[in-house]
């Protein structure tokens, strides 16, 4: 028989070695904890486990401050589903973990629908089982960090600020006074995400040019820079920003760099270099019997940072 509850220490063993059969890496106990007990919100993370004990699937979800067009409050990301696999499909444990937990979500007062990143293979399971609707779809920006770094000498003069956490309330300001949709850019928010976050390392870069300020975080991964965070709003003297930001990713050994577009990237992504690549789907859910929930996520951004947590 099959039983459905909340994660336990005891369990990581076993989700561990879940993780490694399906994802290619295996899942620590500190790795958990701070995705699901350390965040900045509220962290769900539910297992279906054998009579036995072993486990055989696991769901989570985590609820982050998030501003959307016609509200403000806690959005619910879906992050770690897996489950065993058998006769060429996923389990059933999994839909019936996925319904647990997915029973009340979302909330009165919250984002009307919950968002992911899942596989194709995920999402047409979700789209029959869990009522899962198609959210977004674009391709990712990805080029050499040396064309970029070239570039440098010809751009506006920027400062720029090295650091490896946020300190300080200045990064939500300058996200709200953006304009922003999406989940909130707090320090709380980045230095959780990031400064915190075991096993990986991230660069905070604050830049100030001609009337404004912005900020990037990027994440060192082999010889990639990924673009976890890129506020350099354009028309405010920060066109400067990136080749600065590619000309110290250079000097440090990495070689290549990858953006998600968003109206808050900056510069100019084909003077760098940057060329469109694979894409990135993002889906979503909405209450169960209430109306299809996309009108509201209308303007929601989904970055590259919220990927990474998943």
């Known amino acids: 028989m099959i039983h459905f509850r909340p ?19 295996p899942w620590t106990l500190e790795e958990w904890q701070w995705k699901y007990r350390h965040l900045p919100g509220e962290g769900r993370s539910w297992v279906a486990v054998r009579g036995d004990g072993g486990v055989v699937a696991h769901a989570g979800a985590i609820r982050l401050p998030a501003r959307w067009q016609d509200g403000e409050g806690g959005v619910w990301q879906l992050t770690d589903w897996v489950g065993s696999t058998g006769g060429g499909g996923l389990r059933a444990a999994l839909v019936g973990l996925g319904q647990e937990l997915l029973a009340e979500l979302p909330r009165p007062g919250e984002a009307p629908w919950v968002f992911g990143f899942p596989s194709e293979r995920h999402f047409r399971l979700g789209e029959h ?47 709200r006074g953006l304009g922003v949709l999406g989940v ?90 940057l060329v469109p690549g694979e894409e990135v789907f993002v889906g979503c859910r909405g209450r169960v019997g209430e109306p299809d929930p996309r009108p509201h996520a209308v303007g929601f951004l989904t970055c590259q940072g919220d990927h990474d947590v998943v």
């Open 7 to 25: 994660t336990e220490p005891g369990d990581l063993p076993g989700l561990s070695t879940l993780f490694a059969s399906r994802f290619g890496h």
């Open 129 to 175: 089982t869990f009522g899962y609707l198609p959210l977004d779809r674009f391709p990712v920006l990805t080029g050499e960090i040396a064309d970029a770094a070239e570039a440098a000498a010809g751009a506006p003069e920027v400062e720029v600020a090295i650091s490896d956490h946020c300190e300080g309330s200045w990064t939500e300001e300058l996200w």
């Open 184 to 273: 909130v850019r707090s320090a709380a928010f980045l230095n959780w995400r990031y400064w915190s976050r075991p096993g990986r390392y991230y660069r905070f870069y604050r830049v100030r040019g001609a009337g404004g300020e912005g900020l990037a975080v990027f994440a060192f991964v082999g010889a990639w820079a990924l673009a976890a965070e890129t506020w350099l709003p354009a028309g405010r003297g920060l066109d400067g920003a990136l080749p600065a930001i590619a000309a110290d990713l250079a000097a440090t050994g990495l070689s290549r760099w990858r953006f998600w577009p968003h109206p808050h990237l900056g510069g100019e992504p084909a003077r760098l270099g």
